[in-house]
């Protein structure tokens, strides 16, 4: 190689060797931007607290499952409603029975302003309304008596709502199943009276009379098939 040619390979030598440093400096830097705000993100998103209503619980404990918030019934004062009537009793159902029978409360804040005794049927699907079971609900004076046997029974409560309807409860034809339900708010519990000729008697013990609605719910996820619901009014809980 010939001295000019080494003055040329050492000059350019010499010419890239500040560049190169310079170059990987603008990398890096360009590296640390593309990565910065990632990391960022995933920092800010670790420090994120999940929302009470979406926590996990505890383990080996079931998460609470609130009720839907509702407005208080406003139900007027009639004390006495009938569906279906075949004269004065309930009409009665061959192709419904009654499956459960519950009490549930909801309402404000402070206290429940609705309660109501839900009485949930299983049957044919749409509910043919000439099918349905007739129901009656009024209230009544002790003492309280099992029918056919006359029998006294004790019922907790200051007022006592009887719920008449005319099906079979458990099974077609009457089976057997629970007799008590314990109650929620100002219903203290309910309890099975009569069971026979295609009707069946729920007395529920509350703490007054108080106004009472019916209305019936089909094909929702709680009552796929029928359910009637006897509504309670009133203040208090």
Known sequence: MSKEQIANTANYTGNRAPWVPR???ILLL???CDSAPGKEAD???SSVPTPPSVASAAPGVSPTRHLRPRECADIGDDHAQVHL????SPQLS???FGEKVYARAYGEKDGACTREI????KGPRPAPESAMPGI???YIKPPILLNPSDKKIKVDGGAFLQITFGAWMNAPGGGEGPKHVDGQGSIAEIVQTQQSEGKTTWVAGVDE???IKFTESIGTPDCPDLCYRVILGGEGA
């Not at 009537?85 to 004065?88: A, I, P």
């Open 23 to 25: 170059m990987a400096a």
């Open 118 to 121: 839900v009485i949930r049927f």
């Open 136 to 138: 009656d609900a009024h």
């Open 209 to 211: 009379e108080r106004p």
């Open 43 to 45: 920092s800010a998103a």
């Open 94 to 96: 061959q192709a419904f």
């Open 85 to 88: 009537m075949d004269g004065d």
């Open 30 to 32: 360009l590296a640390g």
